[in-house]
């Protein structure tokens, strides 16, 4: 995590990690006076149990490779390989968005509780991101972890975004993950790589993260309640829709791990709502023919705006303000759209049972 005396990137794969666009992680700061005023009494017996679960550390040998990972890349097809390199760096860069903003909240927090968790969700997610780098560096194209610290321009949200952005986040990663490791499971012949033999015990560090940020919204009621529930709305959407469209720009991965993307973002979205009922006072309605007639519209917008950007020019400039409005418009339509309300359990806690 200690940043680089470098001061500009050494590869692409760094300076395409630093790219700010609307489907690329980011990196977040936060009110952390706030954060020290967290009470987590109300869910005490279920935080002590989580935080037993983190000393625990069931994974602190398993991000180690092995011989399977030498020789992989050579016979993997250009096509393939550009959109894994993809993968990679947006996961590599996502995972260490997460270390850095658990380590920024562990350093300047003084609440024990808070400081604790966030010291071993840093540690996990930094053994994510350099386990993912080191395939990475396997095409030459490792990223500069340190620089992006420095490089990466920071989006500063209120805690209760970062509880509902962050939650939702380790939550879908769970199911991305959990969801290619069944079919792989199913079908070892689509096992490209040996990375997706890690995704079962690595995806378990995403599900209990998620479990930490149920449990602080847990203990505050409100930030489930009123005008708080068109937050969630929002990001939830905000996520999906994320997903859908960066994942239908790499359909020669889907294809190599015999997944349609569609039906794999489908299952993923089942999966998270499903889960975040521990939680979340409504899921969006998924199965509704307006829900998938909007994403697709977005999913077209998208790979619009993309090829206007390569084509460059003043005439694509304006075509693409043009594609952000519709853009704006359909997000709007599909906001509006009703969602299904759900009755929040006692308990909050779940199990990875997926």
């Known amino acids: 995590m200690n940043a680089t005396a470098e001061t500009k990137p050494t590869t692409d794969s760094t300076e395409k990690a630093r790219t700010e666009s609307l489907i690329s992680p980011r990196f977040y700061t936060t009110d952390y006076d706030a954060m020290d005023r967290l009470d987590l009494s109300p869910v005490r017996t279920e935080w002590d149990e989580l935080m037993r679960e983190f000393e625990t550390d069931a994974n602190t040998d398993h991000f180690q490779r092995t011989d399977e990972f030498a020789g992989v890349i050579e016979n993997m097809p250009e096509a393939l390989r550009k959109e894994f390199i993809d993968f990679l760096i947006s996961s590599c860069t996502s995972e260490y968005s997460g270390c850095v903003l658990y380590a920024n909240i562990a350093r300047k927090v003084k609440n024990p509780d808070i400081k604790k968790v966030m010291r071993y969700m840093a540690r996990d997610e930094s053994r994510h991101a350099n386990f993912i780098n080191q395939s990475l560096k396997d095409f030459d194209l490792g990223i500069d972890l340190g620089f992006l610290t420095k490089a990466k321009k920071y989006t500063f949200f209120k805690p209760k975004y970062i509880f509902y952005a962050t939650y939702l986040s380790e939550k879908i990663g769970y199911a991305r993950y959990i969801t290619i490791y069944r079919q792989l499971e199913r079908n070892p012949q689509y096992r490209f790589h040996p ?20 449990l602080i919204m847990k203990a505050d009621p409100s930030l489930t309640r009123g005008l708080n529930r068109l937050w969630i709305r929002f990001f939830l959407l905000a996520v999906f829709a994320t997903m859908y469209v960066r994942d239908h720009t790499r359909p020669e991965m889907h294809a190599a791990l015999g997944l349609d993307p569609k039906e794999y973002d489908y299952t993923v979205f089942r999966i998270t709502s499903e889960i975040s009922k521990q939680i979340f006072p409504l899921t969006l309605d998924i199965d509704s023919p307006a829900f998938h007639a909007g994403l697709e519209r977005l999913r077209a917008i998208g790979e619009a705006t993309a090829k206007a950007k390569a084509e460059g020019g003043v005439f694509n400039r304006v075509k693409r303000a043009g594609l952000a409005v519709m853009g704006v418009a359909t997000f709007a339509r599909l906001y509006l759209l009703p969602t299904v309300g759900n009755e929040l359990p006692d308990k909050v806690r779940t199990a990875p049972a997926w």
Not at 195 to 214: P, S
């Open 195 to 214: 990375i997706f033999k890690w995704f079962k015990d690595w995806c378990n560090d995403e599900f209990r993260h998620g479990e930490v940020f149920a």
